[in-house]
């Protein structure tokens, strides 16, 4: 079955820190596509990225870069040179075959940062 | 209007009454999802609308009654709730294409629901 595992619950970093949050995945499938959402205090869920199965290669946007390893099925996210407005809740997030155009999505780590 | 868009922002309502939540997508996107965030949990999926199927999380209990009269609208009825329906609902919706393709999901800003 499919799984998402966030294990960091929580983060709680000062301002200009670099910071990573895990991702670790399940899947039978050899096709499949991995997401990131930021949620802020707002509360409206905001996609940041889609990577699929195919596509190993890191991705980079300003600050925010994606590690992505089939070998150890995670795909991290980090942030470089973190600020006050970065601070939300992060979640990752699984589509595959069986589920089709659904998410299964991960417990969410809640990043905060410090000033 | 632009994206997806929810109204109410906020609903406070008893257990004997009657509201519904409505979402609108501006995106063109060819299904739609109701989503419950309850604190402390994970995203809970719980009704799906895509290419006029529906498909529902068998744990929602019957107080909750989706409708979709398009593509573009999407509606949550509730009925008789219970304080634990208390919970941040979100609309989100997505294209599927026919190449499989597992597109992304965009979220409106959410109903915070409290149920008295």
């Known amino acids: 079955a499919q799984k998402v595992t966030q294990a960091q619950t929580e983060i709680s970093v000062v301002e200009k820190e670099d910071v990573t949050l895990d991702c670790v995945y399940e899947?039978?499938?050899?096709?499949?596509?991995l997401f990131w959402y930021k949620q802020p205090p707002s509360g409206e869920l905001v996609f940041l990225i889609r990577?699929?199965?195919?596509d190993e290669q890191n991705e980079i946007s300003g600050r925010y870069s994606w590690n992505f390893q089939k070998s150890t099925s995670s795909f991290n996210f980090t942030i470089t040179a973190s600020q006050v407005v970065d601070s939300a809740v992060y979640f990752c997030?699984?589509?595959?075959?069986?589920?089709?155009?659904?998410?299964?999505w991960g417990a969410g780590t809640k990043l905060i940062i410090k000033p | 209007e632009t994206g997806v868009t929810q109204t109410p922002r906020h609903l406070v309502m008893g257990m004997t009454n009657k509201k519904s939540l409505k979402c609108e997508q501006h995106?063109?996107?060819?299904?739609m999802y109701w989503y419950k965030q309850s604190a402390k949990k994970p995203l809970e999926l719980m009704f799906v609308?895509?290419?006029?199927?529906?498909?529902e999380n068998n744990s929602v209990p019957s107080r909750f009654s989706p409708e979709c009269p398009n593509s573009s609208h999407l509606f949550l009825h509730l009925h008789t709730l219970q304080p634990e329906d208390s919970a941040l609902y979100l609309c989100?919706?997505?294209?599927?294409?026919?190449?499989?393709?597992?597109?992304?999901?965009?979220f409106g800003p959410g109903t915070r629901l409290t149920v008295l």
């Open positions: 899947t039978r499938d050899t096709t499949y596509y």
């Open positions: 609308y895509s290419l006029e199927e529906r498909v």
């Open positions: 997030a699984l589509s595959d075959y069986y589920i089709r155009y659904q998410l299964i």
């Open positions: 995106l063109g996107h060819n299904a």
């Open positions: 989100a919706s997505s294209q599927i294409s026919g190449s499989g393709a597992y597109n992304e999901q965009f």
């Open positions: 990577r699929n199965s195919f």
